[in-house]
């Protein structure tokens, strides 16, 4: 299987604040990488597919770069309702896993 | 636009078996780009896939729960089923169903999810 390595586990960050989050895969995956928002209460919500392609509607605060084994999401200025955990996920083999997630708060 | 949906016991015994089924509406589950589903998140904790299912029966399943899984499809109610045996506290977690595809673009992601129902396992 492919191990998924999510880091930080959390992060508190002000409003404005530059949020960065990594993903790392135990072995290369090309780009086929995506990340989910998952707000309290609510199921995950894919935001980025293969690295970076943002979805429809996500706002552009959000990216995502890498490929091979290290990926990065960027959130490039924290808002307020962008408190959630964060999940990233490989799409390139079977069995699909997924990272541990990240918490993202606001200080 | 797709929407799904999941149904079923909140709650188990130990031993016996989980049943839950997906209803899909928006659109049908009979096309060449549609694969259903399931993951699983135990309560404050990260999500786990369960597995994939075809509109023609053909299923993928995850390893680490071997033989204890069995998913089903009837096209005629746009529906999919996941049966899970043998249950113990261990599988206690909200269960989503998703869409998934195959496609040279989309494979292998989420997208949308059903809103997930908690299962508990106990007696």
């Known amino acids: 299987d492919i191990q998924m390595t999510q880091s930080p586990s959390s992060v508190f960050a002000s409003v404005g604040d530059r949020v960065t989050i990594t993903c790392r895969a135990s072995q290369d995956i090309g780009n086929w990488l995506v990340w989910y928002q998952q707000k309290p209460g609510n199921a995950p919500k894919l935001l980025i597919s293969t690295a970076s392609t943002l979805q429809s509607g996500v706002p552009s605060r959000f990216s995502g770069s890498g490929s091979g084994t290290d990926f990065t999401l960027t959130i490039s200025s924290l808002q307020p309702e962008d408190c959630a955990t964060y999940h990233c996920q490989q799409t390139d083999n079977f069995p699909r896993t997924f990272g541990q997630g990240t918490k993202v708060e606001i200080k | 636009q797709l929407q799904l949906q999941e149904s079923g016991p909140g709650l188990v015994k130990p031993s016996e078996t989980l049943s839950l089924t997906c209803i899909v509406s928006g659109g049908s589950i009979s096309v060449s780009s549609f694969y259903g589903a399931w993951v699983r998140q135990p309560p404050g904790k990260g999500l786990e896939w369960i597995g994939d299912?075809?509109?023609?029966?053909?299923?993928y399943n995850n390893p680490s729960l071997k033989s204890r899984v069995t998913m089903s499809v009837d096209t005629s109610k746009n529906q999919f089923s996941l049966r899970m045996t043998s249950v113990t506290a261990a599988d206690t977690a909200i269960y989503y169903c998703?869409?998934?595809?195959?496609?040279?673009?989309?494979?292998?992601?989420?997208?949308?999810w059903g809103q997930g129902t908690l299962v508990t396992v106990s007696s």
């Open positions: 299912i075809y509109y023609t029966g053909t299923t």
């Open positions: 998703a869409r998934t595809s195959r496609g040279p673009v989309t494979k292998g992601r989420f997208d949308p």
